[in-house]
């Protein structure tokens, strides 16, 4: 059974920053993809960049030059680092996977979702 378990949100300060971790468990392909998405209230969730088995790497224009997404690949961890957060950046924030390769945007595109993690960037 696959799991995907989201750890590391929470409560900062605008301008702070916070790791997030997306630890996937019975995860046994050699092609995969892993999203970060966010949502926040009364909005859609959006990707927020994606990591692929081949180091293949998306970010949301938004995001690019503030977040960073990498991953161990031998216990498929992957990470987003989130510098500079904004209280624009509150959101549950998910991890999706999906057994292929491809940086999609599209949150049902994906296989597997984790149950989330708040952020919460206060001003």
């Known amino acids: 059974e696959v799991q995907l378990v989201e750890s590391g949100g929470g409560l900062v300060q605008a301008g702070g920053s916070l790791r997030l971790s997306c630890a996937a468990s019975?995860?046994?392909?050699?092609?995969?993809?892993v999203g970060w998405f966010r949502q926040a209230p009364g909005k859609e969730r959006e990707l927020v960049a994606a990591y692929t088995s081949n180091g293949a790497i998306k970010y949301a224009d938004s995001e690019e030059g503030r977040f960073t997404i990498s991953s161990d690949n031998a216990d498929l961890t992957v990470y987003l680092q989130m510098n500079s957060l904004e209280p624009e950046d509150t959101a549950i924030y998910y991890c999706n996977a999906k057994v292929s390769r491809g940086l999609e945007s599209e949150a049902l595109k994906y296989d597997y979702w984790g149950q989330g993690t708040q952020v919460t960037v206060s001003s």
């Open positions: 019975g995860f046994t392909f050699d092609d995969w993809t």
